[in-house]
C-alpha cells in the first residue's frame, strides 16, 4: 500500500524568501507523485506531477519538486516566496497495482499549510 | 475547455436523510473518482468509475455509493446521514492510458455538505 507524510503541518515564511514543503513517500511499486493546492474554499489544484520520467519537476507559479529514490523525498520548492502562494499543500501518490496500473486511487498527505508574510 | 462541475455547491441535510451529488467531467475524460476531505480525516478516496464500471472502492461503508453514466458524468449517493458525513466532497476526473492506467486527476471546487 501506498502513504505518504508531510513533515510540516504548518510552513511561515516572508515574501521573497524560499519555500520548502517535505514529502516522503511509501511505495511498493514505481509511483506517480504529485503536488496540489488548496486554496481556502476552492478545489484542488495540480501544481506538478512525477511519473519516473525526469527527476526534477517544474511545475506551474514557479515550483518545482525533485525526485530523490534513495530518500523517497518528493520536497516541494520555490525560489521566492509571492503572497498568493498562502495556501494548503498536498503531496500525492498514485495507487500503483502489480503491473503499474493505477486505478483512480489517489493517497494523500495530511497537508502543509503555507503562510506568506509581507 | 470547461473544468469538472460539481453541483449543488453547498448543501444542507438532516440526519437520516440521502443526497445525491452530481459531477459532469473534463470533456473526453472517463475516469471519475470521489474523495471527501473533513478537518480531523484529510482527503479519502470513496471510490473510481471508469466506462460506468467501479474500478476501485476505499474503506467508508454501504451507505456511501455511486454510479456513473454513459456520458461519463457521476453522481455519488450517501443515504442514512449520519453528522460524520459534514465534509466537503470533490470529484476528480482524469483521462486514461490505453491501458485504463489514470494520470493525473483533475478536481472540481466540491460540494460542502453539512448534517444537521
Known amino acids: 500500500a501506498q502513504s505518504v507524510t508531510q513533515l510540516d503541518s504548518h510552513v511561515s515564511v516572508s515574501e521573497g524568501t524560499p519555500v520548502l514543503l517535505r514529502c516522503n513517500y511509501s511505495?511498493?511499486?514505481?509511483?506517480?507523485l504529485f503536488w496540489y493546492v488548496q486554496h481556502p474554499n476552492k478545489g484542488l489544484q495540480l501544481l506538478l506531477k512525477y511519473t519516473s520520467a525526469a527527476t526534477l519537476v517544474k511545475g506551474i507559479n514557479g515550483f518545482e519538486a525533485e525526485f530523490k529514490k534513495s530518500e523517497t523525498s518528493f520536497h516541494l520548492t520555490k525560489p521566492s516566496a509571492h503572497m498568493s502562494d498562502a495556501a494548503e499543500y498536498f503531496c500525492v501518490v498514485s495507487d500503483q497495482k502489480a503491473g503499474g496500473t493505477s486505478y483512480g486511487k489517489l493517497t494523500f498527505g495530511q497537508g502543509t499549510i503555507l503562510t506568506v508574510h509581507p | 475547455k470547461a473544468g469538472v462541475t460539481q453541483t449543488p455547491r453547498y448543501l444542507i441535510k438532516t440526519r437520516g436523510q440521502q443526497v445525491t451529488l452530481s459531477c459532469s467531467p473534463i470533456s473526453g475524460h472517463r475516469s471519475v473518482s470521489w474523495y471527501q476531505q473533513t478537518p480531523g480525516q484529510g482527503l479519502q478516496f470513496l471510490f473510481e468509475y471508469f466506462s460506468e464500471t467501479q474500478r476501485n472502492k476505499g474503506n467508508f461503508p454501504g451507505r456511501f455509493s455511486g454510479r456513473q453514466f454513459s456520458n461519463s458524468r457521476s453522481e455519488m449517493n450517501v443515504s442514512t446521514l449520519e453528522l460524520g458525513d459534514s465534509a466537503l466532497y470533490l470529484c476528480?476526473?482524469?483521462?486514461?492510458?490505453?491501458?485504463?492506467?489514470?494520470?493525473?486527476?483533475?478536481f472540481g471546487q466540491g460540494t460542502r455538505l453539512t448534517v444537521v
Open positions: 511505495s511498493s511499486y514505481s509511483p506517480s
Open positions: 476528480a476526473s482524469s483521462p486514461v492510458f490505453s491501458q485504463g492506467a489514470n494520470t493525473e486527476a483533475f
